[in-house]
């Protein structure tokens, strides 16, 4: 089974002992962001109202052992414990089986850090579950650090930085999307759309519709209309479908791309989201990720 290990450098003299606020804080921060950043992965968003699907509580279940001032946690593999996810039919190909809920946590934290124009790997709600290190701070800590060789330290500028991030994801914004229907999962209504025009994917949501209406749509063209998510740089995370119908002649021309969002406070932002879609090649339909 994977082993982490996480080092907690306290600002007290004596740092052999870490306080039982500081390790619950520690430990929300942990649980609710791995089980948002294997949802994100998923589904295109790390949240939502109610409660998680029963295979991200069974995926986020650690043991875990405190050694003065340095957590030993045993994660396992998405795999050992959710082997239903990897059907060929009906499975999730954006998740890696021999992976844990914590590796995939570790990848978003890091490239929230760093800012890395890659796949999107934070959303607002997570990057506001990462603001939860700073009752990490508040209870004591100077530093957190992901060791096993990851090198991922975690700092009050780190929190900093999260502010930072958050602060650059655009409003969600009402979008309409022509493409190809390509792939439908029954397990949660998610479904894979290829642009008309530029042949990008579009992860999207239709979760107010009967599972039959949604199948009967597979292989076909259709205008999605709907509320679309947005990353920090303007790359489309979902589209919270509304309304999906057969597309009409000519629509494509109109709804044949992908979505940009509308940066209220740097009208710069908007032509740097479209040179970020432009340059992009992980959601090329020629890749594997949805």
Partial sequence: MPSYQILIDSQKTNNSKVSVTLLQALLSVLI????????????????????????????????????????????????????????????????????????????????ALTNERLDPLYDKALLEVFLGFRHVMNQGAEKIHFVNGHDLEITQESVVNFKERLADIP??????????????RSYDQTFRLITARSERVVKGIAKHFAPKEVQALLNQTVLVSGMAHFSSDGKTLRVEAKDISIAQEGEEISWGDLPIPYFDNSPDKYQESQESIDEDTHDNISGNQW
Avoid at 49 to 75: C, D, V, Y
Avoid at 171 to 184: A, E, H, L
Wanted: proline fraction near 9%.
């Fill in 32 to 111: 609710e962001g791995s089980k948002g950043a294997i949802r994100l992965r998923a589904e295109g968003r790390s949240a939502v109202r109610g409660a998680p699907p029963e295979w991200i509580k069974t995926a986020t279940q650690f043991s875990m052992e405190l050694q003065e001032n340095r957590l030993h946690i045993e994660s396992p593999t998405l795999y050992d414990t959710v082997p239903e996810l990897f059907q060929p039919n009906d499975g999730f190909p954006e998740l890696i089986s021999e992976r844990t809920s914590l590796d995939y946590l570790i990848d978003s934290l890091t490239s």
């Fill in 171 to 184: 409003s969600p914004c009402p979008v309409k999307v022509v493409g190809k229907m390509d792939t439908i």
